[in-house]
């Protein structure tokens, strides 16, 4: 059994932005973990499709992340059943691999529709959220005040959505995509 804090973080990072960079610094900073495992969906079960295929999306994230000190890049929903759950990667994680102490990260955006995530209440019985938050008004709902903690973050409105849109009419995006993804996307074509 291990005694590192682990921060579980997952998405479909189709592509990874520097947003998703900004939230997993905010979430290591936070003191409350010792890594942050990125969970990149094989199959995301909010989502029918994604843009890029999972091995791109994996690669995209590894070569954007590698010099973010404790962020590490886990494939162990590759394994899960399908669909990827998060309840099950979290029994996975504290079952089966022995983490006791685990934290669920998410940012405040998904919190509006996580009662509809499936057995939402299962992950409020295992783990605590570590919630950054993306929206300015944003305050905890009253059924999660015991259950989250709000860490720190400063917010920065991209998404992966708006990004693919501006990635097929072929609009620069420097200032929203690490260097490596700009460089992945184009090397194979991708959202195009």
């Given at each position: ?34 890594e942050l495992w990125l969970l990149v969906n094989p199959h995301p079960p909010h989502k029918h499709t994604t ?142």
């Amino acid at each position: 059994m291990s005694h590192k804090r682990i921060g579980l973080f997952g998405g479909s990072f189709d592509p990874i932005h520097l947003g998703h960079l900004a939230i997993l610094r905010s979430f290591l900073l936070s003191g409350y973990i010792d890594e942050l495992w990125l969970l990149v969906n094989p199959h995301p079960p909010h989502k029918h499709t994604t843009d890029a295929n999972y091995i791109d999306r994996l690669n995209m994230v590894e070569m954007a992340t590698k010099d973010i000190d404790g962020c590490l890049i886990s494939r162990i929903e590759e394994d899960l059943p399908i669909p990827s759950y998060s309840y099950k990667t979290i029994d996975y994680v504290i079952d089966t691999l022995g983490y006791p102490e685990v934290y669920f990260c998410l940012g405040s955006d998904s919190i509006d529709n996580f009662r509809s995530w499936k057995d939402y209440e299962k992950i409020l019985e295992r783990v605590r959220l570590l919630v950054a938050q993306r929206k300015a008004d944003f305050t905890l709902p009253a059924y999660l005040k015991s259950k989250a903690i709000l860490v720190e973050h400063e917010l920065m409105t991209i998404s992966s959505t708006d990004l693919r849109g501006k990635l097929q009419t072929g609009e620069p995006l420097d200032e929203h995509l690490h260097s490596t993804t700009i460089d992945y996307i184009s090397k194979h074509n991708l959202y195009r």
